[in-house]
């Protein structure tokens, strides 16, 4: 299973931007990447994830104005998935979790698909 790692959380005001970067510990050109999270008391949802090249992008519909506000990219070079997140709010507060699948399309919404997670990075957004 590859290994993974979730880094770039940490506390940010109503409006901040921060960067989540997902590192994997081999090549992940031939994985799908999503990105999920977990609030306290709440269930874990999607956020985004991002298909094998060329990089389909998906967003889900149950978070605010995920996709105007957060954009998930690769770079296979880096072995690493980053998910930017801009106009950040409370809500957004939560445990960001990454996980793969060696196949060539993500779902946001199913999280059984992955078969490897990282250990999250807490995400803040508070005055």
């Known amino acids: 299973q590859v290994q993974l790692v979730e880094s770039g959380g940490g506390l940010v005001q109503p409006g901040g931007s921060l960067r989540l970067s997902c590192t994997s510990s081999?090549?992940?050109?031939?994985?799908?990447i999503g990105w999920f999270r977990q609030a306290p008391g709440k269930e874990r949802e999607g956020v985004s994830c991002?298909?094998?090249?060329?990089?389909?992008?998906?967003?889900?519909d149950s978070v605010n104005s995920v996709r105007a506000r957060f954009t998930v990219s690769r770079d296979n070079a880096k072995n690493t998935v980053y998910l930017q997140m801009n106009s950040l709010e409370p809500e957004d507060t939560a445990v960001y979790y990454c996980?793969?699948?060696?196949?060539?399309?993500?779902?946001?919404?199913?999280?059984?698909?992955?078969?490897?997670w990282g250990q999250g990075t807490q995400v803040t957004v508070s005055s």
């Open positions: 996980g793969a699948v060696k196949r060539r399309l993500c779902s946001v919404y199913i999280a059984e698909i992955y078969k490897s």
């Open positions: 081999e090549p992940i050109e031939d994985y799908a």
């Open positions: 991002i298909s094998v090249p060329p990089d389909y992008e998906y967003y889900s």
